[in-house]
C-alpha cells in the first residue's frame, strides 16, 4: 500500500500542493498554482530531481486548479497512488487542539471558524470539497495552524477586555504558524538529546508573516500572534502590534474606513511600510549597505521588536533550554539572528559570527558560541512534512 501523501495549502489566490513520503521524508513533487482567477495564472510543479516547469493556467477557479494539477502530474509519470490528502487548514478555534481526519462534523467546525479567518478557511473549505468531489474515497486530514497553541493558559490567551466578548464572540489570543513552531520543537528536542515532553524554547518563525512561540515542556505556553495574524512582530507588510488608541485616532480624526484600516495595517505596514521600499528582507539588508536610511531603520525596528518579544516570551519558557529561529528571514539572514541576538545579553546569549554566517537552508545547527548560557539554533522548517506525517499516522490509525 502507498503511504504518498498530498499535501494540499488552499489559499485565497494560491494553491500550493506536495506528494510527500512521510516514513522517508522525501517530497516526489511539488508545486504551486499562482494567482488563480486572474488572466496572469501559472501552475508551477518540480518532480525531485527535476526543473521545475511553469505553465499559464489563466481563470481557473480553485477546483479547476486542483484538477489540472493531478493531470499534470499524471501525464508526467507521477504517482498518484495515495494513503490520503492533508490539508493546511488556518483556523481551528477552540474546536481542535490537534490534527484530525475530516468528517462533516469537523467540516462544519471548520466552517464555523470561518468568521475567525475569513480571508484563510473558506478558501481551505475550498480544497476540501474539490478533492471530496474529485477523490471521494481518499481519507482527508485537516492540520491547524493553530492548534499547537491550544495549550496556552488562560492568563496568556486572554485579552483585557470585556469577559463578554470572549465569551459570546470567542475573542482570544489563538497564535498562527503552529504547525511550524512544532515541528523545529520536535527538531530541536532531538538536536539537544532531550525527549519533547521535557523542552523549553522561545521558537522564531520569520518568514514574510513573523511570529514567535514560547514552548514550556514541548507545548506552546504564550505566542505573539493573537485573535489575527496581525498581532505581534514586525512583518513583511503588516504592522505587528500597535496601539489601539492609534486605530481610534485614525477612525475617529482621519476618517479610516474598516476596509482602508484592514489593508493599511495588513498590506501597507511592517517593512514595507517603514521603509517605503520593500516588504523582502533581502532587497532592504541590500538597500541599507547602499546608505537608504529608511530601510536601516525598518531593520532596526525589526529586531528590536524581535528581541522585545524573545525576551518577554522567555519568561513563559523559563528556564530556557534554546533559541530557534527559523523561516526565510530566519533560517537565512545571517545579519539579523546577528543584531537580534546581540540585544539578548541579557539572556546570556552570545552567537559566533563566523559559524552563524555559515547557516542558511542547508546549514542547519548551533549558532552560539562556547561562552553562550543557551544554544542558539537555526532550524529549517517543513511545515508539508509534519503535515504529511500527521496525515499518514491518522490514515494509518484508521486502517488498523
Ligand atoms: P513565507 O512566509 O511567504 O513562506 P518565507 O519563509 O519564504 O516566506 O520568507 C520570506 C522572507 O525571507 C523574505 O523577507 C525574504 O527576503 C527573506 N529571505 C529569504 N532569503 C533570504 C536571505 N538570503 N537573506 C535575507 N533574507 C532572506
Not at 282 to 301: C, F, M, N, P, Y
Amino acid at each position: 500500500m502507498s503511504s504518498n501523501i498530498l499535501v494540499l495549502n488552499s489559499g485565497s489566490s494560491s494553491l500550493k500542493f506536495a506528494i510527500i513520503e512521510p516514513a522517508e521524508e522525501t517530497t516526489l513533487v511539488s508545486g504551486l498554482v499562482d494567482r488563480i482567477g486572474q488572466d496572469s495564472a501559472t501552475i508551477k510543479i518540480k518532480f525531485a530531481d527535476k526543473d521545475s516547469v511553469t505553465t499559464p493556467y489563466p481563470k481557473a477557479d480553485h477546483h479547476q486548479a486542483l484538477l489540472k494539477v493531478l493531470d499534470q502530474i499524471n501525464a508526467d509519470g507521477g504517482d498518484l497512488t495515495l494513503a490520503g490528502i492533508g490539508h493546511r487548514v488556518v483556523h481551528g478555534g477552540e474546536f481542535f487542539r490537534q490534527s484530525v481526519t475530516i468528517t462533516p462534523t469537523v467540516l462544519a467546525q471548520i466552517k464555523a471558524c470561518n468568521h475567525l479567518a475569513p480571508l484563510h478557511n473558506p478558501a481551505n473549505v475550498v480544497g476540501i470539497d474539490a478533492i471530496s468531489e474529485e477523490l471521494p474515497d481518499l481519507p482527508q486530514v485537516a492540520v491547524f495552524d493553530t492548534a499547537f497553541h491550544q495549550s496556552i493558559p488562560a492568563h496568556a490567551f486572554t485579552y483585557a477586555l470585556p469577559n463578554e466578548l470572549y465569551k459570546k464572540h470567542s475573542l482570544r489570543r489563538y497564535g498562527f504558524h503552529g504547525t511550524s513552531h512544532r515541528y523545529v520543537t520536535m527538531e530541536a528536542a532531538k538536536r539537544l538529546d532531550k525527549p519533547v515532553a521535557q523542552v523549553n524554547l522561545v521558537t522564531a518563525h520569520l518568514g514574510n508573516g513573523c511570529s514567535a512561540t514560547a514552548v514550556h515542556l514541548g507545548k506552546s505556553v504564550d505566542t505573539s500572534m493573537g485573535l489575527t495574524p496581525l498581532e505581534g512582530l514586525v512583518m513583511g507588510t503588516r504592522c505587528g502590534d500597535v496601539d489601539p488608541g492609534l486605530l481610534l485616532h485614525l477612525i475617529d480624526s482621519q476618517g479610516y474606513s474598516p476596509d482602508e484600516l484592514n489593508k493599511m495595517l495588513n498590506k501597507e505596514s511592517g517593512l514595507l511600510g517603514i521603509s517605503g521600499l520593500s516588504n523582502d528582507m533581502r532587497t532592504l539588508l541590500h538597500a541599507e549597505t547602499e546608505g537608504d536610511r529608511q530601510a536601516a531603520l525598518a531593520i532596526s525596528v525589526f529586531c528590536y521588536r524581535l528581541a522585545k518579544t524573545i525576551a518577554g516570551l522567555a519568561v513563559s519558557a523559563h528556564p530556557l533550554d534554546a533559541l530557534v529561529f527559523t523561516g526565510g528571514i530566519g533560517e537565512n539572514a545571517s545579519l539579523i539572528r546577528q543584531r537580534v541576538c546581540q540585544q539578548l545579553a541579557l539572556l546570556g546569549i552570545s552567537i559566533d559570527p563566523s559559524v552563524n554566517k555559515l547557516h542558511g537552508k542547508d546549514h542547519s545547527g548551533v549558532i552560539s558560541d562556547s561562552q553562550s548560557k543557551l544554544p542558539v539554533l537555526v532550524i529549517p522548517t517543513n511545515e508539508e512534512l509534519l503535515i504529511a506525517k500527521d496525515t499518514l499516522a491518522l490514515v494509518s490509525s484508521v486502517a488498523q
